[in-house]
């Protein structure tokens, strides 16, 4: 890989909302994956009609593009949460050169910060590095409280595990797949209508 295509995989841009065509960078870690742009296009068309005015978590943040894509949508204010220091201050700078709504980074584990006062959310994302097991961080958002009433929960995993194991009354509402990426919409308990 040249130096010239090295760089521009360490750049994103927002694909809809106030922001879009914005283009943001982000710390070279090879263990920061972001959500590609078909994928995220996939899950914000998912989404119509829930990201105004929601409150987004974007657990293992990495490059943000998950709740900055919320936020240039409109939605009402996003934590981001992130144990990589050099990616919490990018984008840390990138929300403030954006001049982005409320929102807040958070350098921390993300079962860290669960484990911490609690924010019910109407957006969670879940993009954690793959091999992560999920279930701790599903565990924590339903006993804690984090989950608002029909709040939907995006999960990133390899395509190759399919979709995920969940205990009930987790449900899987939606899933797609793009190369080695296999990407949910999913939500817990009976309550709340489901993304159409």
């Given at each position: 890989?040249?130096?010239?295509?090295?760089?521009?995989?360490?750049?994103?841009?927002?694909?809809?909302?106030?922001?879009?065509?914005?283009?943001?960078?982000?710390?070279?870690?090879?263990?920061?994956?972001?959500?590609?742009?078909?994928?995220?296009?996939?899950?914000?068309?998912?989404?119509?009609?829930?990201?105004?005015?929601?409150?987004?978590?974007?657990?293992?943040?990495?490059?943000?593009?998950?709740?900055?894509?919320?936020?240039?949508?409109?939605?009402?204010?996003?934590?981001?949460?992130?144990?990589?220091?050099?990616?919490?201050?990018?984008?840390?700078?990138?929300?403030?050169?954006?001049?982005?709504?409320?929102?807040?980074?958070?350098h921390a584990d993300a079962l860290?910060?669960?484990?911490?006062?609690?924010?019910?959310?109407?957006?969670?994302?879940?993009?954690?590095?793959?091999?992560?097991?999920?279930?701790?961080?599903?565990?924590?958002?339903?006993?804690?409280?984090?989950?608002?009433?029909?709040?939907?929960?995006?999960?990133?995993?390899?395509?190759?595990?399919?979709?995920?194991?969940?205990?009930?009354?987790?449900?899987?509402?939606?899933?797609?797949?793009?190369?080695?990426?296999?990407?949910?919409?999913?939500?817990?308990?009976?309550?709340?209508?489901?993304?159409?």
């Open positions: 890989m040249t130096s010239n295509s090295r760089r521009a995989a360490r750049q994103l841009r927002i694909i809809g909302g106030a922001w879009r065509g914005r283009k943001f960078r982000f710390p070279p870690q090879e263990s920061i994956r972001p959500t590609p742009d078909r994928v995220r296009e996939t899950l914000f068309n998912w989404l119509m009609g829930r990201v105004d005015g929601a409150r987004v978590l974007d657990l293992y943040a990495g490059s943000g593009a998950l709740g900055l894509e919320a936020l240039s949508r409109g939605a009402a204010g996003a934590i981001f949460v992130e144990r990589d220091a050099a990616s919490v201050r990018a984008l840390a700078d990138v929300l403030a050169q954006f001049g982005a709504p409320p929102a807040e980074v958070v860290q910060f669960l484990r911490g006062p609690v924010r019910a959310r109407d957006l969670v994302f879940l993009d954690p590095p793959f091999g992560t097991d999920p279930a701790p961080v599903f565990a924590a958002l339903a006993a804690r409280g984090w989950l608002a009433p029909a709040a939907l929960v995006y999960l990133e995993l390899p395509a190759r595990a399919g979709p995920p194991a969940l205990p009930a009354p987790w449900q899987v509402i939606r899933s797609g797949r793009a190369g080695d990426v296999g990407y949910h919409l999913l939500r817990n308990g009976e309550g709340g209508a489901a993304a159409q």
